[in-house]
């Protein structure tokens, strides 16, 4: 007697039905390239090319609703949408960086770093004033924002518990958080016209104001690390009598410190660009100066603004150091972005990197 074997099944494949191929939707982007590529090159506008690349994506829904159903076909077609969202949220962000790069690649050099604007009229200089500027206002800033900013976090979360205080406090940071940095700028300056009088112009009032700028967002990323701690691990330092202040010092602050840590890095990128407290209170100037307590101080945002707003003859070599010193303020923030990530992840607990 002999037995017919049934042909095998792939009972995945029944359960799953029907499927487009797994390089479908690398297809359905590389002919939508094509076809935005190949509509550029015969004369259509940018916006256009990108429409007609963007509507050739929407056939893989459409290919998806024929074959796989429309549950299936939905999915591809959320996921379409949102890759299409992502991709519009990047070009800001892309064609800022080609545009100051472009032009502002070809300015760096030595003399651009080392090299002040003092008697120079045309062609020459640099930003050497500004870029000293921009060191010590913002380092200063950095020195009064962080002591007041972690302080002030370690209060709301070690200390404030059932306190009356906490919620306005925590209110009074979030009105800061959105401050105009105009306002911040004009506070300052106001600050300093009680004691030094009308037209006062000193570095440290640029520090000054930029602090206000860089306080809240210290106390509220610092305050959610804080939060973040473990109480087993305050509770066991209790437990063997460890004082409050101490607990907080030797086994709290260190388990947060690279989020601490993190936050102020991104604080002083948000605040290294501000230009208009700047030009309020710091003022600008064309001469190096190491005296943040005397006299104008040149930031690098200042600069790039007064070499656009007030040219100097001929006017293209006063752009072109304008767009030199937007790169280099872009690449500083860049770096300190860099530097937030490192100490993130090497600083952290190891179970979390």
């Known amino acids: 007697m002999t037995t017919t074997l049934a042909p095998s099944v792939d009972v995945s494949r029944e359960l799953r039905g029907a499927q487009l191929p797994n390089r479908a939707p690398q297809a359905i982007v590389a002919l939508s ?17 990108v429409l007609i690349a963007w509507v050739v994506s929407l056939s893989l829904p459409i290919w998806s609703a024929v074959v796989e159903g429309s549950r299936k076909a939905t999915d591809r077609l959320v996921t379409v949408l949102v890759a299409s969202s992502f991709v519009l949220a990047m070009f800001p962000l892309v064609s800022i960086l080609y545009t100051v790069i472009s032009k502002g690649a070809h300015v760096l050099s030595t003399e651009f770093f080392t090299y002040s604007m003092r008697n120079v009229v045309g062609e020459g200089g640099g930003i050497y004033q500004a870029l000293i500027g921009t060191v010590l206002i ?18 709301l979360v070690e200390y404030a518990e059932g306190n009356r205080l906490s919620p306005w406090v925590r209110f009074l940071v979030d009105v800061m958080t959105g401050i105009p940095s105009i306002v911040a700028g004009l506070f300052a300056y106001a600050l300093f016209v009680i004691f030094f009088g009308e037209g006062v112009r000193m570095g440290i009032g640029g520090s000054v104001a930029l602090s206000v700028l860089m306080i809240p967002v210290v106390v509220r990323s610092s305050e959610e690390m804080l939060k973040l701690v473990p109480n087993e691990l305050r ?19 260190p388990t947060a410190l690279a989020g601490i840590v993190t936050g102020i890095t991104l604080a002083i990128a948000r605040v290294i660009g501000e230009t208009a407290p700047l030009l309020i209170i710091a003022g600008a100037t064309d001469s190096v100066n190491f005296n943040l307590f005397d006299g104008r101080m ?12 007030n040219p100097r003859v001929p006017p293209e070599f006063s752009i072109d150091r304008a767009w030199g010193s937007a790169l280099v303020l872009l690449l500083i923030v860049m770096l300190l972005n860099l530097i937030a990530r490192l100490v993130s992840h090497y600083f952290s607990p190891k179970g979390e990197r």
């Open 235 to 253: 509770e066991a330092a209790y437990a063997l009598g460890v004082p409050k202040w101490r607990t907080v010092a030797k086994v709290v602050l």
């Open 33 to 49: 390239l094509v076809a935005g590529a190949g509509a550029y090159a015969l004369g259509v506008g940018p916006l256009r090319s």
């Open 298 to 309: 040149a930031t690098l945002p200042v600069f790039a603004y007064s070499s656009v707003r």
């Open 138 to 155: 913002t380092g200063a800033a950095t020195v009064i924002s962080v002591p007041i900013g972690l302080f002030a976090a370690i209060y």
